[in-house]
């Protein structure tokens, strides 16, 4: 990363913390997803979490679980579309979509020749005809983006999407039990990770690791699940 892209990206997160409050203030909470993107004009150093690559929790789970993957997938939140490619490139028909029509046409612009499904779309109201149809669904910082009522329903519609027998991988920043951030973002406990043992998945994997992020050290988990054949 050079000094340049550095200094944009600082100012990118700098930012970040004034649109989220003045989404809030207009009385919509998830709006500033879309203002992150439309604002950085096409350019990826001014979106925080984006940095054109494959999530390296995501390239590690990847390399772990073998190069040859069957099945749909799902991709939650997937910005410019780094992750549903690296995810395609396994084997899996993958569908991504994300809150922000202009990261959906940023990602299709990026990946002209993909064979990856973007859509526009709300976790919180997701198409009926995903409910219960993939055998893999990923979330990357998705979570961690959202706080109160919006996180507290996540969990129910991420479950939701899961098929009998199929996965769920997620991944994001950790806090101590007890403690609290200003965000965005607002990384999870280790048990507001696991809530999903409550909503009937069998937890397989947590793993713990960190990653750096400008001059600091940050915390990350990823988790797997299951949801049983019944």
């Known amino acids: 990363m050079n000094e340049e892209f550095a200094s944009r990206r600082r100012r990118a997160r700098e930012t970040t913390g004034s649109i989220h409050a003045e989404a809030e203030a ?80 940023w990602a299709v612009k990026r990946f002209p020749h993909s064979s990856v499904e973007y859509v526009v779309a709300s976790l919180l109201d997701p198409p009926a ?55 965005p973002p607002w990384p999870l406990t280790k048990s507001e990770f696991m809530q999903f043992e409550n909503l009937g998945l069998t937890p397989r994997a947590y793993q713990s690791f960190t990653l750096v992020d400008g001059e600091h050290s940050v915390a990350h988990a990823r988790v797997v699940f299951e949801r049983p054949i019944e």
């Open 26 to 105: 207009r009385g919509e909470p998830l709006a500033w997803f879309d203002e992150v993107y439309r604002r950085a004009g096409g350019d990826t150093a001014m979106v925080p979490w984006a940095d054109e690559e494959t999530h390296p929790g995501l390239a590690e789970w990847i390399a772990r679980s073998g190069a040859i993957h069957e099945g749909r997938a799902l991709d939650i939140g997937c910005g410019l579309g780094d992750n549903a490619e690296a995810l395609s490139a396994t084997g899996y028909d993958v569908t991504a979509f994300d809150l922000s029509p202009v990261a959906i046409e």
């Open 129 to 183: 005809e995903w409910l219960g149809k993939f055998d893999l669904v990923h979330e990357t910082y998705t979570l961690q983006a959202l706080k109160g009522a919006q996180r507290e329903a996540a969990y129910p519609a991420i479950a939701s999407l899961i098929a009998p027998g199929g996965s769920l991988l997620v991944i994001g920043r950790v806090r101590d039990e007890g403690t609290d951030v200003a965000g």
